[in-house]
């Protein structure tokens, strides 16, 4: 007959303390070595010897090693410490050991002894703790992670956080999240990128964002006809679905609209005097005065630089092009090195009609003028100009030489 487990564990032990074959006390304990032989069970207890010895045996089987029965009476019906007796539980393999054990399981000297050859199975790293290797083996990490920064080591922090963060130190994490990430080009679509940048704070929208960076060459690409634009400007532009010819002031049709903040936008114009005029008085146009300023200015340069050097100047660092003319242009060329260092002269010719074919070239590259945002010496005669330009401008010289 076979008695339920937790029914016979209870059995049994009362049979063995009503006959004194059992005293426990809370320091010492009693225990009759005849109750560990089978003949004994056989003799007093038969009807109770065959499933004694089978529970004996399954329990035998849980450790790496053959307890006796006076070990299976004091642990499995007296509640007595395995590990007191120097029993060790068994387990298959080290995937059941980081799977099954218990806290002290984990740390005991036994184990580490006894699965240490396996555990350079797991990692090819020197580990701190056991936890590490759990950690290791729960997220199958083989070698040790590296310091984004630095290259250094990353700490083992414990088995709840693991790894501080792929960072050595708070150091070396915030001075990686400060530095700009590569640019990189999406595969998404524009709206797709629309919403993953709108889920960024706008605090957060540059190169130090990993997840805008991921992203930024479609942005850029958006308005990339366009230069000297800010990243927050080209930004606005994108994610407000804008032409790039929205950022030209509508009034002078020449220059570049002033940029307030990616939030803000653009102003409605340029902030010079004569398109702020024209903006609040639409119908107002320039004075009389201004009129004959004006051309009293035209009429003096188109007399003095009527003969004079035709020059195209190259900014390699910028990759634009400075069309202009002048009776000095070695003077006039340095003048320009204040705003932009590295230029490099391409075609210096003397024409008897410079200012005229100036004014062609300016007309004929209108469309691929540079627009600046702010003003300086010469801001109007900058374009993007390609290897048929050159050509172009040079067809041009040879022609009115």
């Avoid at 050991?97 to 790293?125: G, P």
């Avoid at 929205?246 to 002078?252: D, E, R, S, T």
């Avoid at 102003?267 to 051309?295: A, F, Q, W």
């Avoid at 003048?335 to 230029?343: M, N, T």
Wanted: aromatic share 16%; glycine share 2%; with cysteine.
């Amino acid at each position: 007959m076979n008695f339920e487990k937790e029914y016979f564990r209870n059995l049994i032990k009362n049979i063995l303390i009503e006959n004194g074959l059992v005293k426990v006390s809370d320091k010492t304990g009693y225990y009759n070595n005849n109750i560990s032989r089978e003949s004994y069970w056989e003799n007093n207890f038969p009807e109770y010897k065959e499933q004694f010895f089978e529970t004996y045996r399954e329990w035998r089987d849980m450790f790496d090693s053959d307890p006796q029965v006076s070990f299976f009476i004091k642990c499995y019906f007296f509640d007595k410490n395995p590990r007191s007796l120097g029993l060790y539980r068994r387990f298959k393999d080290i995937k059941d050991y980081f799977e099954n054990a218990t806290h002290s399981e984990l740390i005991s000297k036994h184990y580490h002894s006894y699965f240490k050859d396996e555990f350079k199975d797991i990692v090819d790293f020197e580990t701190d703790n056991i936890y590490e290797v759990k950690m290791c083996f729960d997220n199958g990490i083989r070698e040790r992670p590296k310091c984004r920064e630095c290259g250094r080591d990353a700490p083992f922090t414990g088995a709840l956080n693991g790894y501080f963060r792929d960072f050595c130190c708070f150091k070396c994490q915030m001075d990686y999240n400060n530095k700009e990430k590569t640019p990189k080009l999406s595969n998404l679509s524009d709206d797709e990128i629309r919403e993953i940048v709108s889920k960024i704070p706008p605090d957060r929208r540059n190169l130090t964002n990993p997840k805008y960076a991921d992203v930024y060459l479609n942005i850029y690409n958006y308005s990339k006809d366009a230069v000297d634009l800010k990243q927050n400007e080209r930004q606005f532009l994108f994610m407000n679905k804008l032409d790039i010819n929205y950022i030209v002031c509508p009034y002078c049709k020449c220059h570049k609209k002033i940029f307030k903040s990616s939030v803000e936008g653009y102003r409605e114009t340029c902030g010079r005097k004569s398109c702020i005029k024209l903006r609040i008085h639409p119908n107002c146009g320039p004075s009389d005065e201004e009129i004959n300023l004006d051309d009293r200015i035209s009429e003096n340069r188109n007399t003095i630089l009527s003969s004079s050097f035709l020059y195209v100047i190259y900014s390699k660092k910028n990759d634009f092009y400075k069309i202009g003319i002048s009776i000095n242009p070695t003077s006039r060329v340095s003048s320009f090195l204040q705003f932009f260092d590295d230029f490099e002269l391409k075609f210096c010719v003397f024409l008897k009609n410079a200012n005229d074919v100036e004014y062609e070239f300016k007309k004929h590259f209108k469309e691929k003028r540079v627009l600046f945002e702010s003003s300086f010496d010469g801001h109007t005669e900058y374009f993007k100009l390609n290897n048929d330009d050159l050509e172009y401008i040079k067809r041009v010289l040879y022609e009115n030489q």
